[in-house]
């Protein structure tokens, strides 16, 4: 399995999503790695994520008849589909170098 964008813990924003609803979401990703018989192989890897703003992630999911949309806080969603913007921990480790020899 390739490698992904994020790593558990970041916080990350949504794009080249299907629906137009999801773009710009902001989430946290709860897992990685995930497996989810929704999503093609040609998806993976994907995350488990739960959206942190006021914009819930909408879902289309198929019944076998028809599709139906669901809005929920937490979904499986490609990895390709998310741009982290939790700073690298190297960089935050330099900030708090920053911060503590400015006082």
């Known amino acids: 399995m390739k490698a992904g964008n994020c790593k558990v813990g970041d916080l990350a924003i949504s794009v080249n999503t299907d629906l137009p ?10 897992a990685v790695k995930v497996d989810d ?10 995350c488990l994520v739960r959206a942190v703003g006021s914009r819930p992630l909408h879902l289309n999911r198929h019944d076998g008849r028809r ?8 979904a499986v969603v490609p990895d390709n589909r ?10 935050i480790e330099v900030l708090r170098d920053l911060e503590i020899s400015a006082h």
């Open 21 to 30: 609803e999801n773009a710009g979401v902001i989430v946290e990703v709860l």
């Open 37 to 46: 018989p929704d999503w093609s192989q040609s998806c993976h890897p994907l």
């Open 82 to 91: 998310l741009r982290p913007i939790t700073p690298p921990e190297k960089d």
């Open 67 to 74: 599709w139906n949309r669901e809005i929920v806080r937490e």
